[in-house]
C-alpha cells in the first residue's frame, strides 16, 4: 500500500465537456419549450462568445511590454541591420531579435534575450 495519495489536478478538458453537458440539457429544455427562445438563445451564447474572444486577444495584445531600447549585440551581429522585434510565442517573457547583414539580406543572425519589464 502507498503511503500516500497523489492528487490529481482536474483536466481543462473535463470541466469543459461538463459545462458542455449541462449547457447542452439547458439548451434541450428551452428548445422543447419554445423553438424561437432557443435558436434567440442560441444566437446570445455565439454573439456573447465571439465577443467575449474578441476582448481577450485584445486585452492580449496590448499586455506585450515594448522591445528593449538597447538590441542585443555580440561580434558576429556588428554592423547588422535590424529586422524585426517579436515576443516568442513559446517562451513567455522572451524577445526574438532578428538582423540581418547589409551585403547577405537572406542571411538572419538572431538573438532570444529575456524581456524587462519596467514595473
Known amino acids: 500500500m502507498a503511503d500516500h495519495l497523489e492528487h490529481e489536478e482536474p483536466s481543462r478538458v473535463a470541466g469543459a ?10 439548451l434541450a ?3 422543447a419549450l419554445a423553438v424561437e427562445a432557443g435558436v434567440l438563445t442560441v444566437w446570445v451564447a ?5 465577443w467575449w474572444s474578441a476582448r481577450r486577444r485584445v486585452s492580449d495584445s496590448s499586455a506585450t511590454p515594448p ?7 555580440c561580434r558576429e551581429c556588428a554592423g547588422h ?9 513559446t ?6 531579435y ?8 537572406n542571411h538572419t543572425h538572431i538573438h532570444i534575450v ?3 519589464n519596467p514595473r
Not at 17 to 26: P, Q, S
Not at 67 to 73: A, D, I, K, L, T
Not at 98 to 105: E, G, L, M, Q, T
Request: proline content about 14%; hydrophobic content about 45%.
Open 98 to 105: 532578428k538582423s540581418a547583414p547589409p551585403d547577405r539580406p
Open 81 to 89: 541591420e535590424l529586422v524585426d522585434v517579436t515576443p516568442s510565442e
Open 114 to 116: 529575456e524581456e524587462v
Open 17 to 26: 465537456v461538463v459545462l458542455a453537458a449541462l449547457g447542452g440539457g439547458a
Open 91 to 96: 517562451q513567455k517573457g522572451m524577445l526574438i
Open 46 to 50: 455565439a454573439v456573447a462568445a465571439v
Open 29 to 31: 429544455v428551452v428548445f
Open 67 to 73: 522591445p528593449q531600447p538597447e538590441r542585443p549585440s
